[in-house]
C-alpha cells in the first residue's frame, strides 16, 4: 500500500524565511497530492494541491512541486508570517481514481518567530 | 463552496455510554464520507470510508461492531463509538468530496473525551 513521509517533523523559521516540507510517497500510480494545514484543535484546511501531470503550482506565497520520478514532492512558503505556524499534512491519494482516499504524512510542526 | 459541518464539536461521556457524531455536507451531496481518527500531536488515520446506501469499508484494525457508520442519504454520515472506553479519547474527523473536483473537505471535528 502507499506509505507517506514527510520531513522535517518539527521546523523553526524566523519571520519574512522561507520554510520548505519535503514528503516522499510510494506508490507510483498515485496521481493527486494535497497539502493541508491545521491549526491547533481546527479542521485540516486544504491550502494547495498539485496533479501528477504538473510539476510546479504555486499560489501567492505558497509552492508545491513534485517530482514523479522520484516520488516526491514539497511544499514551499516564502516570506514566513506568524500565522503561518500550524502544523502542514501532505496526502497522497490511493490509486489514480477520483473519489479514492488519501494516506496522510506524519505531520510537520512549523513555528515562525516573530 | 464546499462545506461539511460535523456535529458535537465535543463531548465527554461516561466510559460505557455510546456516542453518535454527524457529519453532513451542506451544499453539495456527497457519496462517499470518509471517517478519521487524530490522537494529540499525529496525523490523521482513516478509520472507513462511508458509502451512502450501502455498508462502511474499515481500514484493518478498526473495530466495525464498535465504530458502527451509517450513511443513510447523500448528506449525512454518522459515527456511533459503542460502549466507549478512555482509550477511545481522541478527535475525530471526517471529511468528503464533491464530485467531480479533487480533493476533500474536512469536517470541524469531535473530541471526545470517555471519563
Known amino acids: 500500500g502507499e506509505n507517506v513521509e514527510q520531513h522535517p517533523s518539527t521546523l523553526s523559521v524566523q519571520e519574512g524565511d522561507s520554510a520548505v516540507i519535503k514528503c516522499t510517497y510510494s506508490?507510483?500510480?498515485?496521481?493527486?497530492f494535497p497539502w493541508y494545514k491545521q491549526e491547533l484543535g481546527k479542521r485540516p484546511q486544504l491550502i494547495i494541491d498539485?496533479?501528477?501531470?504538473?510539476g510546479e503550482k504555486k499560489d501567492q506565497r505558497i509552492a508545491v512541486t513534485l517530482n514523479k520520478t522520484a516520488k516526491h514532492f514539497s511544499l514551499h512558503i516564502t516570506e514566513t508570517q506568524p500565522e503561518d505556524s500550524a502544523v502542514y499534512f501532505c496526502a497522497a491519494s490511493i490509486g489514480g481514481n477520483y473519489g479514492q482516499n488519501f494516506v496522510f504524512g506524519p505531520g510537520t510542526r512549523l513555528s515562525v518567530l516573530p | 463552496g464546499a462545506v461539511v459541518s460535523q456535529h458535537p464539536s465535543w463531548v465527554i461521556c461516561k466510559s460505557g455510554t455510546s456516542v453518535k457524531i454527524e457529519c453532513r455536507s451542506l451544499?453539495?451531496?456527497?457519496?462517499?464520507m470518509f471517517w478519521y481518527r487524530q490522537f494529540p500531536k499525529q496525523s490523521l488515520m482513516l478509520m472507513a470510508t462511508?458509502?451512502?446506501?450501502?455498508?462502511?469499508?474499515?481500514e484493518q484494525g478498526v473495530e466495525k461492531d464498535k465504530f458502527l457508520i451509517n450513511h443513510a442519504s447523500l448528506t449525512l454520515s454518522t459515527l456511533t463509538v459503542t460502549s466507549a472506553h478512555p482509550e477511545d479519547s481522541s478527535f475525530y474527523i471526517c471529511?468528503?468530496?464533491?464530485?467531480?473536483?479533487?480533493?476533500?473537505?474536512f469536517g470541524s471535528g469531535t473530541r471526545l473525551t470517555v471519563v
Open positions: 506508490d507510483s500510480a498515485s496521481n493527486y
Open positions: 462511508s458509502n451512502e446506501g450501502s455498508k462502511a469499508t474499515y
Open positions: 471529511s468528503a468530496s464533491k464530485r467531480q473536483l479533487y480533493g476533500y473537505t
Open positions: 498539485i496533479r501528477s501531470n504538473v
Open positions: 451544499d453539495f451531496q456527497a457519496t462517499t
